[in-house]
């Protein structure tokens, strides 16, 4: 079994940083990709994800200003958020996919979605 615990939201200021994390927990022996989404019009929209060789990709709206990273050894993911903005207030999921357990393979995960409010 392998659970996405996800930590760092909160409330902040415009212009504020916020920093979230997201560890894989579980028989973990690899994973592919790791990300964040964010709830757009009622679907999840990738935020970023990052590939086990540090490669990345970026929602335009946040390229400049957010930054992912990942811990391959630690299965953990990070998210650096800067210059936040009000539009960036929503609740964001962590994500797993491809990955091998001790017994199966499978093909995504999700955290229970961490809470980013930006108001002044």
């Known amino acids: 079994q392998v659970q996405l615990v996800e930590s760092g939201g909160g409330l902040v200021q415009p212009g504020e940083s916020l920093r979230l994390s997201c560890a894989a927990v579980?028989?973990?022996?690899?994973?592919?990709?790791m990300g964040w989404y964010r709830q757009v019009a009622g679907r999840r929209e990738l935020v970023a994800r990052i590939?086990?060789?540090?490669?990345?990709s970026y929602e335009r709206s946040v390229k400049d200003r957010f930054t992912i990273s990942r811990d391959n050894a630690k299965n953990t993911v990070y998210l650096q958020m800067n210059v936040l903005r009000p539009e960036d207030t929503d609740v964001y999921y962590c994500?797993?996919?491809?990955?091998?357990?001790?017994?199966?393979?499978?093909?995504?995960?999700w955290g229970q979605g961490t809470q980013v409010t930006v108001s002044s």
């Open positions: 590939l086990p060789d540090h490669s990345t």
């Open positions: 994500n797993a996919d491809g990955i091998y357990t001790t017994t199966r393979y499978v093909d995504n995960y």
């Open positions: 579980g028989s973990i022996r690899s994973i592919n990709g």
